[in-house]
């Protein structure tokens, strides 16, 4: 609360100017003390309500649902929407595991985005400083996407309170990421026109520290594509000279690619999966597939080095004998955030500050640091970052499909802490924290800044407008959106089911139960913090 008593006296200040007569003074700008007020009272109902934040973060951790599969999140989440007033669509732009919650009515449209799917063979245990699964091989919060639902659901009903009673206008949307990982379903929402008449997106996503940025954000864009060669089989010792291998185009259209890269400019990423190999030695493979990711840090970019691929692809078709035909899998548009939005939401994260971390959620993160060799063994971060501005030289890196989002309609990511530093991404350790205390207070601490940054929207026009205006005239000044994704492209949503399947029984005797324990911690019975393995040497 200090520090909304900071906001609400430094508006309240008058500045006495020693050039001017001594009653002459100028007032300081600052937000209407209305909303000032507003503001406190939602991060007041965020902390009152930090029981749920918990409960969700916990149950989607122990889902542990991969991309186009998360079915019991659906089920979870929209439940409680609903329960809340929300009205829920299931199975939104053809994915069934997508939904699409809306309340209120008028202006503003804010529409609140968080990933929710999980990484393959990421499976972990909580709060234990070390690697152990909880079930070998399953799939797990490698990437921590429980968090970000949390974070908006606990604001938007803090948000909802207030709008309610004092009888406010304004539409409160919600949305999953669904399949983040394979950035396939965001330009598929994008192209299917559920972000028209939205005025600001509020994305979420977890990190180690609260940050926000505008303009062009560090990372890539991409596209994902899958060729598929087909051929002819024969016994490969028998025959071979009769069959036509389909692998052998794969493995052509892998040295073409890679031969190729030396040329490609160094911010460029690539890489690959054999998802079809063929069968077994000796059938010559009549069906191969090669999965890409093809990144770059422009659209205009992206769309040349998807051309070499596509020449690639084909010169190895050729050369085999085989046809190739293609299909796209997903796509991620470089990001570039509003800056109107986003300075407001960094004066929210300026007031709302971090969390406040226990001497055990320390010397949790010291004893993690430690055993993954990290660059820095310094804990938990304890300070905000500054508001970030484009960098001057561009930096590579991951991409997200918000990037499309961010080309339809005014959006900033909001980065919560929520996580240790010194993990590596889309492995068990981004998972270690995820159901802790880190994560529910970083996901509170989160919530307080949406819901803060949703009353700046709500009650400031000029907010929307301007960002409609750096949308428009600056965002969009040399630059037109052109999604990768076509009218006729289908979202992907037979991945990961196999692998779910295939763990989906095993993973059910380990889903939370809130009925019965307080935390999902108490439930697998861990002694948090946990620094030490008992059975390691
Ligand atoms: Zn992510």
Redesign the pocket.
């Known amino acids: 609360m200090n520090r909304f008593r900071v906001l609400i006296a430094s508006l309240l200040i008058i500045i006495t100017n020693l050039g001017f007569a001594q009653n002459e003074v100028i007032e300081v700008e600052g937000p209407p003390p209305k909303l000032t007020g507003l503001k406190a009272e939602a991060a007041q109902l965020v902390g009152d309500n930090q029981k749920l934040t918990q409960e969700i973060v916990d149950s989607l951790f122990s889902f542990s649902e991969l991309g186009f599969q998360e079915f019991e999140t659906q089920r979870y989440l929209t439940e409680i929407l609903e329960e809340n007033g929300f009205t829920v669509e299931h199975g939104v732009s053809g994915i069934p595991s997508a939904w699409w919650a809306t309340w209120g009515s008028g202006k503003p449209v804010i529409a609140l985005g968080s ?1 929710v799917d999980g990484i393959p063979k990421s499976s972990q245990t909580p709060g234990v400083a070390y690697r152990k699964p909880l079930i070998e091989g399953a799939p797990g919060h490698g ?3 429980n968090s970000g639902q949390a974070v908006n659901i606990t604001a938007a009903l803090a948000v909802k309170e207030i709008m309610e009673r004092d009888n406010l206008p304004g539409t409160l949307v919600l949305w999953p990421g669904i399949a ?2 394979l950035v396939a379903t965001k330009a598929w929402f994008a192209r299917d026109g559920r972000y028209d008449g939205v005025d600001a997106v509020l994305f979420t ?2 990190s180690d520290t609260m940050s926000v940025s505008w303009g062009q954000a560090t990372g890539t864009g991409l596209v994902s594509v899958e060729y598929t060669f087909d051929g002819v089989a024969a016994h490969g010792a028998g025959d071979p000279w009769k069959g036509k291998s389909a692998l052998d185009a794969v493995e052509l259209t892998n040295i073409g690619w890679n031969f190729r890269r030396e040329h490609l400019h160094p911010l460029q990423r690539s890489h690959y999966v054999i998802v079809d190999g063929g069968d077994q030695p000796n059938v010559v493979p009549s069906k191969a597939s090669v999965w890409y990711f093809i990144r770059e840090m422009t659209a205009e970019k992206i769309r040349e080095n998807f051309a070499i691929l596509q020449t690639i692809a084909e010169g190895a078709a050729m050369m085999t004998d085989t046809s190739v035909s293609r299909r796209i899998i997903g796509a991620a548009y470089p990001r570039h955030f509003n800056k109107p939005i986003a300075e407001a939401m960094y004066e929210n994260i300026r007031a709302v500050g971090m969390p406040e971390w226990s001497e055990d959620d320390q010397a949790f993160a010291h004893a993690f640091q430690e055993y993954m060799e990290a660059d820095e063994v310094v804990g938990l971060n304890t300070e905000i970052e500054e508001l970030q501005a484009p960098l001057e030289e561009p930096k590579s890196g991951g991409s ?1 499909d918000i990037g499309d989002v961010s080309w339809n309609v005014p959006t900033v990511t909001l980065r919560f802490p929520s996580n240790i530093d010194g993990s590596t991404g889309h492995h068990w350790s981004s998972a270690n924290a995820m159901a802790t205390p880190i994560a529910h207070k970083g996901a509170t601490a989160g919530a307080k800044v949406v819901a803060a940054t949703m009353l700046d929207l709500i009650q400031q026009e000029s907010l929307v407008d301007n960002a409609w205006t750096y949308f428009r005239d600056e965002q969009s000044a040399n630059e037109t959106y052109v999604s990768f994704v076509g009218e006729t492209d289908n979202p992907a949503i037979e991945k990961n089911a196999e692998i779910m399947n295939a763990y989906k029984d095993r993973l059910k005797d380990y889903y939370y139960d809130p009925s019965k324990y307080d935390t999902y911690l108490e439930q697998l019975g861990i002694d948090y913090p946990q620094l030490k393995d008992p059975d390691a040497e």
């Open positions: 990933d990437e921590g996407h983040e990982e996503h977890v997200d």
